[in-house]
């Protein structure tokens, strides 16, 4: 047998005996309390390290001057969960919440002991002895969100679109829908909406991002987040994975979880913070109701911006009354935003079911509540993601059995009746008195500035405004040359129109 083979079989022999390395254990401080902030704990996570065989020790240093271990002296050691999460509250007692400086240390349980952890006692600096244990020191940080994404309608009926793809006989978690099969049906809602958004990044989905970008929309892109640490960090994982590879224009982690109290406040700011690390440029966020949002401080510190879920429906409101309180819901988190942009990502009125208090389900008040609700977002330039695309059949356990009959769609792809396209709908363009008229009648906007009359003022306000009316008006109004886009022909055959 010739001598090359036997090397190439012996080098191969060598690779699959040895093991591979394994990385080394590590340590992240991620939800730290910015200045001014009455947060009194702080959240990290573990990697690559046993959550039975490893502990954290936090020190913090108050008023600049000095350190010690927290929980307590008597009690310095932080537990680990089993999916790397850790948090622990360093406001117990004194002036601990001028903290404003935060050391995290990885020690293995077998070291400690004696004099690990040093208590310090006040000591003006971090014990040299634990160097050797991996570790992580900040400062409070200043809050900065990143750019939230551009929410514009481009030349669709909606703004955005949550997209349940599992229909009739197919569930989530037991279904792996094929590229193929997503790809069809993503095919159908995306001529109505610039946003899609979807809840999972497993079983098929992580291909959502990459075939709603080549069918020309954007991504909202989500990771289902449950009680179950190994899942959730999973879904975490695929969420970063597509972040990175850019298949998001934004990321959401985690839906309802704190309505549902899957996770706690710590621990899903904790997530929060760590994907942004993980994912440079993409805004992160998670969805959730507004009482929750309203009651968790530190999740909205930790997000670019809100995600939030607005339902009139489960409140028992009437539908006459069902846009102005989703408007309502709107404000209230918008108060406790800190400049961030509110998005609404899901509203809607299932068509079928029981009812729930004055919510009465059915096909008239379904189509009233999207044609009306829209209209008013888009008057008040509220982003929003409607909810949603099909009836999901295996909603089963939802109260009052209406749980498929939220769709736009049926589970068979067919487009129920009266939905969209909604009503035209005309913004009051920025200059203007009123909102545009067509005065004729002919789908054609003449009166441009809302003033009761069509003349030259018309042209002159279309035409600095041409490009907010391609972003937000129907184009159809506008189009007077007929050619599909706003340009400035149009401007042309406007001042012809007088």
Known sequence: MPRTPCIALLALLVLLLVPAASSEPSIALLS???PGSTQDWVAGMVEDAASADWCVVLYVQVDGRWWGPKPTWMEPLTPIRSDGLW?????????????????????????????????LNGASALPFSLDQYPHDERARPISAHR???????????????????????????????????????????????????????EDGLEEFGAITHALGRRAAVGAWLSIDPAANRRSLLALVECGQSGGADLLIVGSECLLRGDLSERDLAACLEWVRREVPGVPIATADGYAELLAHPAVVEASDLLVVHVYPFWEGVDVAAAPARTVAAWE??????????????ELGWPDAGGPNGQSIPSKENAVRYLHETTALLDAH?????????????WK???????????????????????????????????????????????????DVNGNGRADFADVVLFFNQMDWIAANEPIA?????????????????????L
Do not use: M
């Open 32 to 34: 730290v309390p910015s």
């Open 87 to 119: 948090n622990a509250t360093f406001a117990t007692g004194g002036n601990d919440l001028a903290a404003t400086r935060f050391a995290a240390y990885l020690l293995p349980r077998i070291a400690v002991g004696g004099s690990v952890p040093p208590e």
């Open 147 to 201: 750019a939230t994404p551009n929410f514009a309608r481009n030349n669709t009926d909606l703004v955005g679109l949550c997209v349940g793809p599992y229909l009739n006989g197919e569930r989530p978690g037991e279904t792996v829908l094929s590229a193929s099969v997503l790809r069809s049906r993503l095919t159908v809602v995306a001529p109505r909406a610039t946003w899609l958004r979807c809840y999972g990044v």
């Open 332 to 345: 209230s988190v918008t108060a406790v935003a800190g400049g961030r942009t509110v998005v609404i990502g």
């Open 381 to 393: 330039g509220v982003p929003y993601f409607y909810f949603s695309a099909f009836d999901e059949a």
């Open 396 to 446: 089963i356990a939802e109260p009052g059995g209406v749980g498929p009959h939220w769709g736009i769609w049926t589970g068979d792809l067919a487009q129920k009746s009266g939905r969209l396209p909604p009503p035209v709908s005309l913004l009051l363009v920025s200059g203007g008195s009123a909102r545009p008229q067509d005065r004729d009648g002919d789908g054609l906007v003449e």
């Open 477 to 497: 109004a506008f189009d007077y040359n007929g050619n599909g886009r706003i340009d400035f022909a149009d401007v042309v055959r406007l001042f012809d129109r």
